[in-house]
């Protein structure tokens, strides 16, 4: 009792931390409506309404990303996945979310001293032939610092914040709590289903907090990339590597930021570099299944002999097998303008949600892809496409899987950057040969017998089973358990109808009869009286007179009832 006293004491205060950020920031009424400012002011918790910053010329946008910012790393990682969500966001507040920075300033290294001996299994001036203590980077969530191995091996060690792990897991507790007030009290973000957003939120938090899987990442992207030697993974040092450090080989190249320091002179053929770029993420996400979700400028170094390297695999997107041949299909039909495919694939990705004109939807999406008849390839912008459709998706209050949306987001940061390098860069060109062989490549012999085997494998599965499936079906029926139960909304309203009106009618009969009978009671003398009158016959019309008003009100009533739907 004590420890749950203690923590919800601990979490009313960060509600309060939470309450006073949006209300500083301009969304008190969002507060109010969730019900927090009451809660917290009966906790003797006050909230300051006067101090509220003079908001009247800052975007709503704007006001989001700055409380997102002064609310924590977790929050600030909410804002970075909800910028990669261009189904769930117009393009100004995908635009703003993506100023979003996580760098914070640097831990010092004594206070890190403690951890990262216990995770090395010694100081770093005993495992590192050099360990520099002024960090290369800082983050939300790690910060990295230079190293070099006894052999000669500069590296990087990535260090987690001490403490980051339960920070994170309380902000995440209480994003729960706030999700689940959001969808019962704000109409407006129930279709956007913020539970399930929080939810899948969470797991991909909690896995970039484990950096080991961020080399197994690295690992599996790496051994996929064989075949394209000019793409560079850095190698991981797993003696050394554990879920709150990771040690990897240093990348010495031009950040991707640097797009200056690539010249002919520098050695440097920038179409080349685009044409590789467009080459290896694609092979990521439509061969592979596994790909970089955040490939944005800061995780890609350009090496000599115009080679690639990207790092920072902590956010990975994956891509079953099924859901890889459905985005062949759509990426196709987009390119080679085929607008029922596009328009099939998008209706079996979103599903057939309530309240959805789903005939309008595929209207919207056939028009969409039909407007592209008749242009070159070479003037199409994918990232733009995709972009367009998830904008019609959002006007339905329609998103897609978590899995889709970091898809899309990585095909826009692929073609922005190939467009960066080369300003006459066209994935569409790039893309549209190397779909083609995929598709393909998924119809050969082998390819087919194994597809083939595996259903037919599937199926004899299911034959073994039926003789026990219909077994049991029949001895259920035997004991009365089979129900067959069909729901006809309509069906059932009329009949409630019929009730209703059939008990109406069956309270007139009796309220006939008891004016009736009272009537001849009247007439017949001798027996008990009340003021004057005979006692049953009085009473016999004081319950017509009961069932007369109650039969108006009822009628009243389902008048009101009828002109309300």
Same mark, same amino acid.
């Given at each position: 009792?004590?420890?749950?006293?203690?923590?919800?004491?601990?979490? !009313?205060?960060?509600?309060?931390?939470?309450?006073?950020?949006?209300?500083?920031?301009?969304?008190?009424?969002?507060?109010?409506?969730?019900?927090?400012?009451?809660?917290?002011?009966?906790?003797?918790? !006050?909230?300051?309404?006067?101090?509220?910053?003079?908001?009247?010329?800052?975007?709503?946008?704007?006001?989001?990303?700055?409380?997102?910012?002064?609310?924590?790393?977790?929050?600030?990682?909410?804002?970075?996945?909800?910028?990669?969500?261009?189904?769930?966001?117009?393009?100004?507040?995908?635009?703003?979310?993506?100023?979003?920075?996580?760098?914070?300033?640097?831990? &010092?290294?004594?206070?890190? !001293?403690?951890?990262?001996?216990?995770?090395?299994?010694?100081?770093?001036?005993?495992?590192?032939?050099?360990?520099?203590?002024?960090?290369?980077?800082?983050?939300?969530?790690?910060?990295?610092?230079?190293?070099?191995?006894?052999?000669?091996?500069?590296?990087?060690?990535?260090?987690?914040?001490?403490?980051?792990?339960?920070?994170?897991?309380?902000?995440?507790?209480?994003?729960?709590?706030?999700?689940?007030?959001?969808?019962?009290?704000?109409?407006?973000?129930?279709?956007?289903? &913020?539970?399930?957003?929080?939810?899948?939120?969470?797991?991909?938090?909690?896995?970039?907090?484990?950096?080991?899987?961020?080399?197994?990442?690295?690992?599996?992207?790496?051994?996929?990339?064989?075949?394209?030697?000019?793409?560079?993974?850095?190698?991981?040092?797993?003696?050394?590597?554990?879920?709150?450090?990771?040690?990897?080989?240093?990348?010495?190249?031009?950040?991707?930021?640097?797009?200056?320091?690539?010249?002919?002179?520098?050695?440097?053929?920038?179409?080349?570099?685009?044409?590789?770029?467009?080459?290896?993420?694609?092979?990521?996400?439509?061969?592979?299944?596994?790909?970089?979700?955040?490939?944005? &400028?800061?995780?890609?170094?350009?090496?000599?002999?115009?080679?690639?390297?990207?790092?920072?695999?902590?956010?990975?997107?994956?891509?079953?097998?099924?859901?890889?041949?459905?985005?062949?299909?759509?990426?196709?039909?987009?390119?080679?303008?085929?607008?029922?495919?596009?328009?099939?694939?998008?209706?079996?990705?979103?599903?057939?949600?309530?309240?959805?004109?789903?005939?309008?939807?595929?209207?919207?999406?056939?028009?969409?892809?039909?407007?592209?008849?008749?242009?070159?390839?070479?003037?199409?912008?994918?990232?733009? !496409?995709?972009?367009?459709?998830?904008?019609?998706?959002?006007?339905?209050?329609?998103?897609? &899987?978590?899995?889709?949306?970091?898809?899309?987001?990585?095909?826009?940061?692929?073609?922005?950057?190939?467009?960066?390098?080369?300003?006459?860069?066209?994935?569409?060109?790039?893309?549209?040969?190397?779909?083609?062989?995929?598709?393909?490549?998924?119809?050969?012999?082998?390819?087919?017998?194994?597809?083939?085997?595996?259903?037919?494998?599937?199926?004899?599965?299911?034959?073994?089973?039926?003789?026990?499936?219909?077994?049991?079906?029949?001895?259920?029926?035997?004991?009365?358990?089979?129900?067959?139960?069909?729901?006809?909304?309509?069906?059932?309203?009329?009949?409630?109808?019929?009730?209703?009106?059939?008990?109406?009618?069956?309270?007139?009969?009796?309220?006939?009869?008891?004016?009736?009978?009272?009537?001849?009671?009247?007439?017949?003398?001798?027996?008990?009286?009340?003021?004057?009158?005979?006692?049953?016959?009085?009473?016999?019309?004081?319950?017509?007179?009961?069932?007369?008003?109650?039969?108006?009100?009822?009628?009243?009533?389902?008048?009101?009832?009828?002109?309300?739907?």
């Amino acid at each position: 009792m004590l420890i749950e006293t203690l923590a919800a004491t601990r979490d !009313m205060h960060r509600f309060s931390e939470i309450a006073a950020v949006l209300i500083r920031h301009g969304f008190g009424d969002t507060v109010r409506r969730l019900g927090l400012a009451g809660q917290l002011e009966r906790a003797g918790h !006050m909230l300051r309404w006067d101090h509220v910053a003079d908001l009247a010329h800052v975007h709503p946008a704007a006001q989001v990303r700055l409380a997102l910012e002064e609310l924590g790393p977790a929050f600030v990682k909410l804002g970075q996945i909800l910028a990669g969500r261009a189904d769930l966001l117009p393009p100004d507040w995908i635009a703003e979310l993506e100023k979003l920075q996580s760098k914070v300033p640097a831990v &010092p290294l004594d206070l890190l !001293m403690a951890q990262l001996c216990e995770d090395l299994g010694g100081t770093p001036e005993t495992v590192f032939a050099r360990f520099d203590p002024e960090p290369l980077a800082a983050a939300s969530i790690a910060q990295v610092h230079r190293a070099q191995l006894h052999d000669g091996t500069e590296v990087i060690v990535k260090i987690r914040r001490p403490g980051i792990a339960e920070v994170i897991a309380a902000d995440l507790a209480l994003l729960a709590r706030l999700a689940v007030l959001a969808e019962a009290e704000l109409d407006w973000l129930k279709p956007y289903h &913020p539970k399930l957003l929080v939810r899948e939120f969470a797991k991909s938090l909690n896995r970039e907090l484990d950096l080991a899987a961020e080399c197994r990442n690295a690992e599996r992207i790496s051994a996929n990339m064989k075949d394209l030697p000019h793409i560079v993974i850095p190698g991981v040092h797993w003696q050394h590597t554990s879920a709150r450090v990771n040690v990897q080989d240093y990348v010495d190249g031009v950040p991707g930021h640097r797009l200056d320091l690539l010249t002919p002179q520098a050695g440097f053929d920038r179409a080349l570099l685009a044409q590789r770029g467009a080459q290896s993420v694609l092979k990521m996400i439509v061969q592979d299944g596994l790909f970089h979700a955040d490939p944005h &400028p800061g995780n890609v170094f350009y090496l000599s002999d115009n080679r690639i390297a990207f790092i920072d695999f902590g956010m990975v997107g994956y891509l079953s097998e099924r859901r890889r041949g459905e985005l062949l299909q759509l990426l196709l039909g987009l390119v080679e303008r085929r607008p029922s495919a596009v328009a099939d694939v998008l209706l079996d990705w979103t599903g057939d949600e309530h309240g959805v004109n789903l005939s309008q939807l595929e209207t919207e999406i056939e028009a969409f892809v039909d407007q592209y008849h008749g242009v070159p390839l070479a003037e199409l912008s994918l990232g733009q !496409m995709l972009s367009d459709v998830t904008a019609i998706l959002r006007d339905h209050h329609l998103g897609l &899987p978590s899995d889709l949306a970091l898809l899309i987001k990585a095909f826009i940061s692929l073609e922005s950057m190939g467009r960066g390098l080369d300003p006459g860069f066209h994935v569409v060109t790039h893309a549209t040969p190397i779909l083609r062989r995929v598709l393909r490549a998924g119809y050969r012999p082998k390819v087919l017998a194994v597809r083939g085997w595996k259903t037919l494998v599937r199926t004899l599965a299911v034959v073994e089973q039926l003789p026990h499936d219909v077994s049991r079906l029949l001895r259920n029926a035997r004991r009365g358990r089979v129900h067959v139960g069909i729901e006809l909304a309509h069906l059932k309203r009329v009949g409630d109808q019929i009730d209703r009106a059939a008990n109406r009618l069956a309270m007139a009969l009796v309220i006939a009869a008891l004016v009736v009978g009272s009537s001849i009671v009247m007439n017949v003398q001798g027996g008990p009286t009340l003021f004057g009158l005979p006692l049953f016959g009085f009473l016999g019309f004081c319950g017509a007179v009961l069932g007369g008003v109650w039969l108006l009100l009822a009628m009243w009533r389902s008048e009101k009832s009828d002109a309300s739907d």
